[in-house]
């Protein structure tokens, strides 16, 4: 509700300074005009300016005295202009006037407090906005989590084979080394292997703590392929688990999107786990995971991601994005729900889509950053 003391500018933001010289100003030349002008019109009136331009600066405490000095204001003018007696048509000016200084306060204090629930509501709004994000950005980094927890046996193996190497390649270092005659440009050879191999070790390192910390989305200028690499990666190992092979097929040259890296890598390894997942039963006919990147005719970024497995009937792919839908004995039902919000948070779209070949086609939409059309 609103407080006595509230300040409630009714148009934009007036400047208040401005605003009150201008109604005093006004409010003096009517007074004088109407003590000394002695003319028979209901000039006072236009004290209601003068209130609703208080209105605009003052609190309702404050327009209401403007309001009553107004109304004074008429009847000292009157006292003063009819010193010889009273007159009655200058009487009904009078009250006339203050009934319409009355009414316009009235309802500009009206128009005040419903402005001033109306920023509560659009308060409230931007709050539960908030809360609503902050929830999003949670579950987001729960689901990853748990994500990371089923790719763990990918993840050992993607980080221990580099290390394994390294400890090969320094044994054969050593070995170079310690010859008779030394043969240094082997060593060095091995060497830049082994540092390679540690790149590559701690690379894996780094993208996991990135998809492990919980922090807000960071939306920068990003090269999809690079987001689709680094997503097959994680989930090489899970492929081969599955007994799957991936058909992958990236556009020649960067496709430059804003968006958080993690985030949609997230989408991408959701999209990878599903197909794979939906691929388990087939028996019949390969295990294929076919991943494209490429721009449409519209200039849009396109991941599609076409797996042959089970498929999705039409009645279903509209419910595949609802939360806690689930068709699996373990499955939470949380990642596609997850993986469109954080795609309709880049301005983008995903879609299961049909496709000719047996199994589901799911393709992200997203708007491309820079001119870099490249075709698939
Ligand atoms: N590639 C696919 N092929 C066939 N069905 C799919 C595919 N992707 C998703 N689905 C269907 O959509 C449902 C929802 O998928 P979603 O990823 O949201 O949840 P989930 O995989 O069941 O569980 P989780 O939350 O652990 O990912 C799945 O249970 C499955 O029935
Ligand atoms: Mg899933």
């Known amino acids: 509700m ?17 605003t009150l010289t201008l109604a005093g100003v006004l409010a003096l030349v009517v007074f004088v005009i109407d003590t000394f002008g002695h ?14 331009l208080a209105a605009t600066v003052l609190s309702r405490r404050g327009t209401l005295a403007v309001a009553a000095g107004c109304i004074v204001l008429t009847i000292i003018a009157y006292v003063f202009g009819h010193t010889e007696g009273p007159s009655y048509s200058a009487i009904g000016r009078c009250v006339l006037a203050c009934v319409a200084i009355a009414t316009t306060t009235y ?44 790719l763990a ?31 240094i440009g082997e060593a060095c050879e091995i060497v830049e292997a082994m540092i390679r191999d540690a790149r590559r070790a701690s690379d894996i390192i780094r993208r996991i703590r990135a998809l492990a910390q919980k922090r ?28 799957a092979h991936v058909d992958l097929e990236l556009a020649h040259g960067p496709l430059i999107v804003r968006g958080d890296r993690v985030q949609l890598q997230q989408v991408v390894i959701n999209l990878l786990i599903n197909g794979l997942q939906a691929m388990t039963s087939i028996k019949d006919r390969p295990r294929v995971l076919a991943v494209r990147t490429y721009t449409d005719d519209r200039g849009r970024v396109i991941i599609a991601v076409q797996d042959s497995g089970v498929g999705v009937t039409p009645e279903n792919a509209a419910k595949l994005f609802h939360a806690f839908y689930t068709t699996k004995a373990d499955g939470m039902g949380m990642g596609l729900s997850i993986c469109r919000s954080i795609v309709e948070a ?17 393709e992200i939409t997203l708007p491309l950053l820079s001119e870099t059309l490249i075709t698939p």
């Open 346 to 362: 880049h301005d983008g779209m995903i879609d299961c889509v049909a496709s000719a070949q047996p199994g589901a086609r799911m």
């Open 39 to 52: 003319l028979a019109t209901a000039i006072m009136v236009l004290y209601v300016i003068v209130v609703m």
């Open 2 to 18: 609103l407080s006595p003391t509230q300040r409630v500018p009714l148009i934009g933001k007036p400047n208040p300074t401005l």
């Open 216 to 243: 807000e989305p960071a939306f920068v200028p990003i090269d999809i392929n690079a987001v689709v690499s680094e997503a097959m990666d994680l989930v090489n190992r899970e492929v081969h688990q599955y007994g």
């Open 153 to 183: 046996a990918s993840i050992a193996h993607e980080v221990s084979q580099p290390i394994a190497a390294i400890v090969t390649n320094g044994d054969a270092t050593l070995r170079w080394l310690r010859r008779d005659t030394p043969e």
């Open 107 to 150: 309802l500009t204090l009206r128009l005040q407090a419903n402005t001033v629930r109306l920023e509560a509501q659009v308060h409230e709004l931007d709050a539960a906005h908030e809360a609503l994000h902050r929830s999003m950005t949670e579950l987001a980094h729960a689901t990853r989590v748990t994500m990371l927890g089923e």
